[in-house]
């Protein structure tokens, strides 16, 4: 009944910004922990920031330190992933997640994710 729908993906040069959102529907659920993770090919998927619902912690891969920053709008029911510094390593499906406890930087920490986003960063 809770869906989660990532937006904001595309293509950019090395050195580039994207703005990731992604946005909550159906039945209101109070999340306490929201996240964005990443997949590239041939890869696991991997942590890239997580954050609790009241903003004030947050966590951090350590490539993502200095260059993302993760945020979210309780209200919309929405979190976004600010992405500066693009580097074509940070090309990757990228997907949100949500839990209703801790905003933990394992899978098994979530329950409910997006399809995912895809962001590709041109050299």
């Known amino acids: 009944q809770v869906q989660l729908v990532e937006s904001g993906g595309g293509l950019v040069q090395a050195g580039g910004s994207l703005r990731l959102s992604c946005a909550a529907s159906?039945?209101?659920?109070?999340?306490?922990?929201k996240a964005w993770f990443r997949q590239a090919p041939g890869k696991e998927r991997e942590f890239v920031a997580s954050?609790?619902?009241?903003?004030?912690?947050?966590y951090y891969a350590d490539f993502a330190k200095g260059r993302f920053a993760i945020s979210r709008d309780n209200d919309k029911e929405t979190v976004s992933l600010q992405l500066n510094s693009l580097r074509p390593e940070d090309t990757a499906t990228y997907y949100c997640a949500a839990s209703r406890d801790w905003p933990g930087r394992t899978t098994e920490s979530y329950l409910w994710w997006g399809q995912g986003t895809q962001v590709t960063v041109s050299s």
């Open positions: 159906g039945q209101p659920v109070s999340f306490n922990g």
């Open positions: 954050i609790h619902y009241n903003g004030a912690i947050t």
